[in-house]
């Protein structure tokens, strides 16, 4: 069983960067993939980037691409998300996700067996 925790998100302006964290815990080895989505109100939950256990493997939603990094420090047990440029339709609360699948950086939320409960970004104009 992990449990994640997610931290970071806050209000900011657009055109300005962001990072947030995903705190794993409940493993020693870190043997999954993470991923992070996320939710604006009235919307269905999409997929943002998602990094697999030894962060060979990235992926991004076309929405971020060359905006934003995924990256983990499995020694810190933590995933980040650096987003930059931010824009109004990034606003949304942020959720990231483990799977057991460690080589595979998978978009769909069906894949994802723990989840944290989420950090709201806020994005102004």
């Known amino acids: 069983q992990l449990q994640l925790v997610e931290s970071g998100g806050g209000l900011v302006q657009a055109g300005d960067s962001l990072r947030v964290s995903c705190a794993v815990s409940?493993?020693?080895?870190?043997?999954?993939?993470v991923a992070w989505f996320r939710q604006a109100p009235g919307k269905e939950r999409e997929f943002v980037a998602a990094?697999?256990?030894?962060?060979?493997?990235?992926l991004y939603a076309d929405s971020v691409k060359g905006r934003f990094i995924v990256s983990r420090d499995n020694a810190k047990n933590t995933v980040y998300l650096q987003m930059n440029t931010l824009k109004p339709e990034d606003t949304a609360v942020y959720y990231c996700a483990a799977s057991n699948d460690r080589n595979y950086a998978s978009r769909y939320v069906g894949d994802y067996h723990y989840w944290g409960q989420g950090t709201q970004v806020t994005v102004s104009t």
């Open positions: 990094i697999t256990w030894s962060g060979a493997t990235t």
């Open positions: 409940g493993r020693t080895f870190p043997s999954y993939t």
